[in-house]
Structures are given as C-alpha cells and as structure tokens.
C-alpha cells in the first residue's frame, strides 16, 4: 500500500500548477495533503477530484488558511479527529484522521510559530497536547501512520543550514528535543529508519533567493509509524520535482506491506 503526505500550499494553486499528473503519477492508495487553504465551494469550477477516490476535505473555519484532505482509492472512514483545550473544534483544520481497512492515517498540518512569540507559544502548547493525543495509538495491534507537514526539522541531516538555523521556529533546540521525545515514545520516522543517518534529502525549500533551485531546503514533512506499521515498512521517498512543480513542498512517499 502506497500513503503520500503533500502539502500542497493552497490546492487551488496546485491544480494550477498540475497537481493532476503528479497525483497519477504518485499512484497513492492513501494521499493525505495539507495546507489546503480551500473550501469545497471555492474549487476551481469544472475540476472535479480524482475519480474513483473517496475524498474528505477538512478546511480551516478561515477562508484562505490551513486545511487537510485525504484521498484513498475505495472506501475510507472517517474518524473522529483531534480535540484539545484551545480549539476542540479543530478550527484551524489541522488534523484528519481516517481508517482504511486495517491501517489508521492521522493526515496532520502543525502549525507554525515563526510569525509572532505568541504563535510559537500557541505551537508548542499545540505540539504538547497533539503528543499526548497520539499516545495511544503506540500500542495498537494494527498499523497506525502519523504523516504530514510537522513544521520542525528534528536533526542537522534535515536542514541545510544547521548553524545558521538555531534561533529559528521550526529548528530551535526545544523543538528539536520534542521530537525526539516523540521518536523515544515509540512512533519511527520511517525515513531515517529506511535512509540511515547523514542522508540529506529535503521536502521544503524557501521562496527566498536560489533556495529551491540550489537544494537548501529542510525536512520537515514526516511518515511516522507506530511499531505495527513500522513492521510493515517496505520503501520511502522524497519527490523533490514535484515540489519544484507544485508546491514549495515535495511529497513524501511511504510504501507499506499490507
């Protein structure tokens, strides 16, 4: 079984852009994008979404911000998603959660604190309440995948500019800390299980500059197994031309024995 995470920096620029060949192209049984930043009435009219795709389209209560969606070929069910003090709601359309036979996919879009100290502390207390919301889900019999845009580069392998980096949300050393909190619970990053250490592959390169173009991006789009997926994992990518393509995100690609 073949999961893709994407986010796709606004769908409707995306579709612009061709998001219709690199989907068939992916070939995904799961595909689970973030950053939708759409509501299902404001799609481009006469676009319709892949056929025969079961599709679950979560927006942001805000027009133009956030959102996931998860696409599987056949049937999906869709469970109930991620509830926590600050937003029981799940406003901001961050967290989709689905089932597809035996496999469980939390399709997730973490915020991102880099425009004010109150968004970093909206994120952080967001990161704490999402890991705690997670845990259970560790000791499943069957095969649960946490993926999508995390919005943290977790060691000096996933970003280009490690020391340059330090002082910036995404990449600050309590935020990297976290996330190895996250991998001592028990969830494996299937990449770096795959890829071994010192493997410099990146999924987000900047607008800014020649980043894109001179490969100076981070790693910051995850597909975390629980120890019952983790059993499963055959192969993983990273599509960087898709990214150059479609987005300022590549998709990153999980292929499971199922």
Not at 37 to 43: G, K
Not at 53 to 82: M, N, R, S
Not at 242 to 255: Q, T
Request: charged content about 25%; glycine content about 10%.
């Amino acid at each position: 079984m073949r999961l893709v995470s994407w986010n796709v920096n606004g769908l409707r620029a995306a579709i612009r852009k061709g998001i219709d060949g690199w989907i068939e192209t992916l070939d995904a049984d799961v595909l689970m994008l973030q950053e939708t930043r759409v509501l299902e009435e404001q799609l481009p009219k006469g676009w319709t979404w892949p056929e025969g795709h079961a599709v679950h389209l979560h927006a942001a209560q805000k027009k133009g911000y956030a959102g996931v969606a998860t696409l599987a070929k056949g049937d999906q069910t869709v469970l109930p998603g991620f509830a926590w003090g600050e937003d029981p709601d799940d406003i901001e359309g961050r967290v989709l959660v689905t089932q597809h036979g035996s496999l469980l996919c939390v399709n997730t879009y973490l915020p991102n604190g880099g425009g004010s100290p109150e968004r970093q502390a909206f994120k952080e207390r967001w990161m704490d309440a999402w890991r705690a919301w997670l845990a259970p889900w560790l000791e499943a019999d069957h095969p649960v995948v946490v993926v999508g845009d995390l919005n943290i580069a977790h060691t000096e392998d996933d970003i280009w500019n490690p020391t340059g980096n330090k002082k910036t949300s995404g990449f600050l050393p309590h935020e990297r800390a976290w996330f190895t909190e996250l991998l001592d619970d028990g969830w494996v990053d299937s990449f770096r299980h795959v890829k071994g250490e010192g493997e410099k592959i990146y999924s987000w390169w900047s607008n800014r500059g020649n980043a894109r173009a001179d490969d100076k991006g981070w790693r910051i789009d995850y597909l975390l197994c629980n120890p019952a997926a983790a059993a499963c994992i055959k192969s993983v990518d990273i599509i960087r031309q898709a990214g150059l393509e479609v987005s300022d995100h590549a998709p990153a690609i999980l292929d499971l024995d199922l």
